[in-house]
């Protein structure tokens, strides 16, 4: 269970981040503020674990009304904001990460599962409810899977798990990649990500997950995204929510 | 009226000065001890430097008004001129008061004889402090004229680069909104935030007209997310890039067009499916791009009006980027089968690249 708030001075910007809550049983709507200073007084009067601040805002902006709540009162925060040139602030103060508008719902979802993730660590036991159905944890997931049927015209054939380079999302589907085919699979990556082995490949994007000792070469983005290189040639765009997991796996053993 | 910065700062004619001062010195040694000469020169010497700020304040304002040279040099000679006779006062002063010479043996016309070595070394602090003058704001000139240039060239590539397709745009818009009257939320939703990516990329972008090739492809690649959902199986691409080139600097919004017009002209307008062949290589010191695609070259007598518009665009950015260091070619392909679009450029390494990270 975690108590959330919402402050935008939008209405329409409000609802879309509460609409977006509505699918996540474990969050309870705690607070709606419409500027910094409502925010800070009912946020200082009753506090929440997470709370969701549009960084441009009439009166108090989302920066100012943050570093004005007292360090005990503080509770996780994501931003939200249209221009990316805030992100470098925001990790200053400590934001667990920031929405760049129109809010995108798979970084919705990983924002929120961080939030989750530091909220439990933060608060043990708080997790009892709900958390678990909606992000599975790799503890109640199935053994990693060794092949994958997939269709080649009308005939059904394996691909190996092990001879897979790196898996696109395609709406629905998922497209692998394996010895320079592509196969088409039934599958949302969201799904197919639980059911691969975690220590060879890893998600990268919202639409791709990589083996991980195919990836040649890593670039660091200003916007603290990042390229990645595959040893075939094939660049990747890396969200900045997975980039340490990745440089975890590229920094030599001590 | 001339900008500050033009003028040398004060103290640089004056201490230019000082070298004139030194060969008076060297000029009196073979006269000293004769006489009084040791100290006739002294007061000279000291005179000429007393005589240094204000000579060179007025010149620096005959300077300021920007009056005719003939003029300016008039007026210097007289006053050095006058200058060197009030010098020569002195000495007659000083000579009367130490009693080396008596009143009534005064001759008001020695006033004006011996004066060569006082004026000719205010003359010469004069023309000193003209050519330094003039080399500063000459120097001045050239910054600012360079300035300008910086400032058009920016100017011009800031409004090519902004020349985005407005089909683009709209044909996505209309995308999102077959999606929305479908009720698919989820798809709408994922391609409004794709092209806010791809919008907020190419819009915002730094500022800058050159960026790390690794920033190129992001942008690209969030233009092509649109494509492959609006194209889907339609859309076959294949990337090669090579290794150690994401740092390497390359044009901002350059590729981006290039894939635009290769995936309009030779993919878009036909049924079935188009392949395009995205490939960035190095050779020595040249940085390779080149995009092929499988358009059948036969089949589009003339490349339309609006690509040529959009390679024509790309080809005058390169010409103010890199002017006669690149080579741009567009046509089809030599073995007849396609288009290919194919530039050289020179390797450098992007400023704005963070330090790549290399697999072991």
Request: proline letters at 6%; aromatic letters at 6%.
């Amino acid at each position: 269970m975690m108590r959330v708030a919402v402050v935008d001075d939008e209405p329409l910007a409000r609802r879309g981040v509460i609409a977006r809550l509505a699918a996540h049983p474990d969050i309870v709507l705690a607070g709606e503020y419409a500027d910094g200073r409502q925010a800070l007084e009912g946020l200082g009067g009753e506090p929440v674990d997470l709370v969701f601040v549009d960084v441009q805002m009439p009166t108090l902006d989302g920066l100012s009304m943050l570093a004005a709540l007292p360090a005990d009162r503080q509770p996780l925060s994501i931003l939200l904001t249209a221009h990316d040139r805030f992100a470098l602030r925001a990790f200053e103060l400590r934001a667990i990460d920031y929405l760049l508008k129109p809010i995108d719902d798979e970084r919705f979802a990983e924002a929120l599962a961080r939030a989750r993730q530091l909220h439990r660590w933060r608060v043990p036991g708080a997790d009892a409810s709900g958390a678990e159905e909606v992000a599975p944890d790799a503890d109640d997931a199935p053994a990693p899977a060794r092949r994958f049927s997939v269709r080649v015209g009308r005939r059904l054939t394996f691909v190996e798990a092990d001879e897979v380079e790196w898996i696109q999302a395609d709406g629905d589907y998922a497209v692998l990649h394996a010895r320079g085919q592509r196969h088409l699979l039934r599958e949302s990556l969201q799904r197919l990500a639980t059911r691969l082995d975690p220590l060879r490949f890893l998600r990268v994007h919202r639409s791709a997950i990589v083996r991980i000792d195919c990836v040649a070469e890593l670039q660091a983005l200003p916007n603290r995204d990042a390229l990645l290189r595959l040893r075939d040639g094939t660049p990747l765009r890396a969200s900045r929510t997975y980039i340490d997991a990745l440089l975890a796996h590229f920094q030599p053993p001590a | 009226m001339i900008h500050p910065s033009a003028e040398p700062p004060f103290w640089l004619p004056l201490l230019a000065g000082l070298p004139i001062g030194l060969c008076l010195v060297v000029m009196a040694l073979p006269a000293l001890g004769h006489g009084h000469a040791t100290a006739y020169r002294t007061l000279y010497l000291l005179a000429f430097l007393a005589w240094l700020p204000p000579l060179a304040a007025l010149q620096r304002g005959l300077w300021r008004r920007r009056l005719p040279i003939a003029l300016t040099a008039g007026i210097l000679l007289l006053a050095t001129y006058a200058m060197s006779v009030f010098n020569n006062l002195l000495g007659d002063l000083m000579a009367l008061s130490a009693g080396w010479s008596r009143a009534d043996e005064f001759r008001f016309a020695g006033l004006f004889n011996g004066l060569e070595s006082c004026w000719l070394a205010l003359i010469a602090f004069c023309a000193m402090h003209a050519v330094i003058a003039y080399y500063v704001e000459l120097k001045h000139e050239k910054q600012q004229r360079e300035q300008a240039h910086l400032l058009a060239r920016d100017a011009e590539l800031r409004a090519l680069r902004y020349q985005l397709h407005p089909h683009f745009l709209f044909n996505t818009l209309n995308a999102i909104s077959t999606l929305v009257a479908e009720e698919r939320g989820h798809d709408a939703r994922r391609m409004i935030s794709q092209l806010a990516g791809f919008l907020r990329a190419s819009l915002e972008g730094g500022g800058q007209h050159e960026v790390s090739v690794a920033e190129e492809i992001a942008l690209t690649d969030a233009y092509l997310e649109i494509e492959k959902a609006r194209l889907g199986e339609r859309l076959q691409l294949a990337w090669r890039i090579d290794a150690e080139l994401l740092h390497a600097a390359m044009p901002y919004l350059l590729l981006q067009p290039l894939v635009e017009n290769a995936i309009r002209h030779g993919i878009a307008p036909r049924a079935t499916p188009g392949r395009l062949d995205i490939r960035i290589s190095r050779r020595a010191e040249r940085l390779m791009l080149q995009l092929d695609n499988d358009m059948d070259a036969t089949a589009t007598p003339a490349a339309p009006r609006d690509a040529a518009v959009g390679l024509r665009n790309v080809a005058e950015r390169l010409a103010r980027l890199y002017p006669d260091d690149h080579d741009f070619h567009a046509g089809p392909r030599p073995d007849g089968h396609g288009y290919r679009v194919s530039l050289d450029l020179p390797f450098r390494v992007a400023t704005t690249a963070p330090q790549a990270q290399t697999a072991a």
